[in-house]
């Protein structure tokens, strides 16, 4: 497991944060640092075919080494980190044979990384963890799964005997602000369905996302005095904080779960003369996900009622559930799931409370479930993930290419 220990160490040190304000592809210059090397590593792995396009995707190809016409598959994973935590200056952590207790991450700061609180940890006792020093995030989401496609497409170099179809892979920026997908060349890429290796714990299998619209309001006041504010003074923030208030109060993130929807501001800023508010919408169900836009679009239709044209609404969709573009090829997740039971991992198959390249990519003809890449506690300083997870990971790439050639010789067969 050292390769892939070290491989991932190469990849986290690199801040690759995107930029929700920049207006380019990638969003952010220090995403490039990544891409080269990545384009680099590839050729030197023996990859075919790389490329490096204007817009910073990385592609390459994994020949076939049988003679039936096996589809072309395909591997994503985006090498972006979040902007919601610092990601400069990432100093990892190993914790091998990690003992089941409390992780101190910053003593300095008492940041602490506790299985009474992460309840998840607890399954890892025993094994190796990457963490934090409680200062950055990690960046395991998804450098874990760019490990895990590079350490499977070497392997699968240095092991010949095992028959595949041509193998497609990607490398995608600034999926982390919803635009991974804005600029991927699926003519290009060539295959006929592909795995974003996005997902957090082991076994997770996932073809259901959220639909997800972002959402900004605006409202301009009027500053005037406070000591002569009485009839003149429109008080923007005050505006701004009724109508986050007229918002259903438990359809927040943190009172929900599975596939109950939430309404999320997550930044504010302004003044009494002007004042944002910028938040998403997401939801499984598309009927409800209409509904809840039809409710802020009425919220600030009876504020914009009470005080004046003042409010400006601007709301727009992100993406949809890949469900609707999935269940009609559902062997391509029945292949993913069987990958999993060959090798004793249990399939966890549930909807993904967020979404990934693949939700967006399967509305532009390449159909793309989620495979967990192992990380967990995503764009904070609690991020964490263990290495043998990212080791199955790549276990996991490397059978579902061997089925996939499998289940099309002995179909034809």
Known sequence: MQNII??????????????????????????WVLA??????LIEIGMSDVSLDENGYVMATLPSNVERIIPVIGFISHYDTSPDFKASGVKPRIIPNYDGKDIILNEEENIVLSPNYFDDLKQYKGQTLITTDGT???????????????????YLINNPHIHHGTVRIAFTPDEEIGRGAHKFDVKKFGAQWAYTMDGSQIGELEYENFNAAEVVVTVK?????????????????????????????????????????????????????????????????????????????????????????????????????????????????????????????????????????????????????????????????????????????TDVIVKIVELTSKYYIDKED
């Open 136 to 154: 950055t995030l990690l960046g395991a989401d998804d450098k874990a799964g760019v490990t895990e496609i590079v350490t499977a497409m070497e």
């Open 221 to 393: 006041g009027k500053s005037v005095h406070p000591g002569y504010a009485k009839g003149k003074m429109i008080n923007a923030i005050n505006i701004l904080n009724e109508f986050l208030s007229l918002l259903p109060k438990k359809e927040r993130p943190q009172y929900t779960a599975h596939r109950e929807g939430f309404f999320h501001f997550h930044s504010i800023e302004g003044n009494v003369s002007l004042a944002k508010a910028t938040g998403i919408i997401r939801d499984h169900d598309r009927v409800k996900f209409d509904a809840r836009k039809e409710l802020v679009e009425q919220i600030i239709g009876d504020l914009t009622d009470r005080f004046g044209n003042i409010i400006n609404l601007e709301i727009q969709d992100q993406y949809y559930n890949m469900k609707e573009k999935i269940e009609p090829v559902i062997h391509i997740v029945e292949i993913a799931e069987q990958a999993m039971l060959d090798l004793d991992i249990e399939p966890i198959i549930k909807p993904i409370r967020g979404g990934t390249d693949g939700s967006q990519l399967s509305y532009m003809g390449l159909p793309c479930p989620n495979i967990f890449a192992g990380g967990h506690n995503f764009h904070g300083p609690y991020e964490y993930v263990p290495v043998e997870s990212m080791a199955r990971a």
């Open 36 to 41: 080269k090397k990545l384009e680099q590593e």
């Open 6 to 31: 070290d491989r991932f160490l190469s990849y986290v040190e690199i801040d690759t944060q995107s930029d929700p304000q920049s207006t380019t592809t990638p969003s952010s210059e220090k995403q």
